[in-house]
């Protein structure tokens, strides 16, 4: 975690209940957060990186 952010490092979101059921698909209802009340928030989502792997290019 980076020094300067760390103080203010909250864990705001959860996995809702069964949202096992939805699989890879996109939803709204996979998570739940905690109220927030005008306070800025910096998210940071690896979806795409998670499990990538990288293919050279073939040669020509």
Do not use: H, N
């Given at each position: 975690?980076?020094?300067?952010?760390?103080?203010?490092y909250?864990?705001?979101?959860?996995?809702?209940?069964?949202?096992?059921?939805?699989?890879?698909?996109?939803?709204a209802?996979?998570?739940?957060s905690?109220?927030l009340?005008?306070?800025?928030?910096?998210?940071?989502?690896?979806?795409?990186?998670?499990?990538?792997?990288?293919?050279?290019?073939?040669?020509r």
């Amino acid at each position: 975690m980076v020094e300067v952010t760390r103080d203010r490092y909250r864990d705001l979101l959860t996995t809702a209940p069964r949202a096992d059921l939805l699989g890879r698909a996109a939803s709204a209802q996979r998570f739940i957060s905690l109220p927030l009340s005008g306070e800025p928030v910096l998210l940071i989502d690896d979806t795409w990186t998670t499990g990538a792997t990288y293919s050279p290019p073939s040669p020509r």
